[in-house]
């Protein structure tokens, strides 16, 4: 069973900044926090991980809490191209870390 | 991206038949795995090889056998498949099986059993 959660569905309009959150309350103290987006048909991309704090690349911010229980993903200024699965991917301490995804947001950008 | 590819990409067997799946990356990785991908369903996590080795089996049906030659192929042997087995396919590769760093994913199978 997964145990991260994560709201099922989003929706969101050009130009706007959207955060998704997951939770994460099993995480391991060893374990990173992934985030990946998928399009319908094709395989996840990898969009970006991080450990703590904060971590910042071209395409997303990843902010995570100091107790690490949950993180967000901010996709800045969407574009309809984003509209797409994201998952949340962490270890599961009750399974001996094995990476396990969420259910995945399904974000829905409008024009 | 042409890192990892799958064939073929669609695939439609009889429960009687005998098909392989096969996966191929181009980055130099050293861990390949293979995740089911059920409609409205998340990953689920099938095999992982580190190194050529199987490192997890994630109580698979036997119906499913993985075979990994090398690092840079992996196959995924089907036989004597059932309706419910009918879901998306994708291998994936990242550099070590490790939690650090990005797993990089094939287009996928589409598989449906009838």
């Known amino acids: 069973l997964a145990k991260t959660t994560q709201p099922i569905s989003m929706d969101s309009y050009e130009g706007q900044e959207v955060n998704i959150t997951c939770s994460h309350n099993n995480i391991a103290t060893n374990d990173y926090i992934t985030w990946y987006q998928q399009f319908p048909s094709q395989g996840p991309r990898f969009i970006i991980q991080g450990y703590k704090t904060k971590v910042t690349n071209e395409v997303a911010s990843l902010f995570i809490p100091a107790d690490r229980k949950s993180s967000t993903l901010s996709l800045p200024r969407v574009s309809l191209s984003d509209t797409a699965v994201y998952y949340c991917l962490v270890g599961d301490e009750n399974q001996g870390g094995k990476l396990i995804f969420g259910q995945g947001t399904e974000l829905s950008v409008k024009p | 991206e042409t890192g990892v590819t799958q064939t073929p990409r669609h695939l439609v067997m009889g429960m009687t038949n005998k098909k392989s799946l096969k996966c191929e990356q181009h980055l130099g990785h050293n861990a390949m795995y293979w995740y089911k991908q059920s409609a409205k369903k998340p990953l689920e996590l099938m095999f992982v090889?580190?190194?050529?080795?199987?490192?997890e089996n994630n109580s698979v049906p036997s119906r499913f056998s993985p075979e990994c030659p090398n690092s840079s192929h992996l196959f995924l042997h089907l036989h004597t498949l059932q309706p419910e087995d009918s879901a998306l396919y994708l291998c994936?590769?990242?550099?070590?099986?490790?939690?650090?760093?990005?797993?990089?994913f094939g287009p996928g199978t589409r598989l449906l059993v009838l």
């Open positions: 994936a590769s990242s550099q070590a099986h490790s939690q650090e760093g990005a797993q990089y």
């Open positions: 090889y580190n190194f050529k080795e199987q490192t």
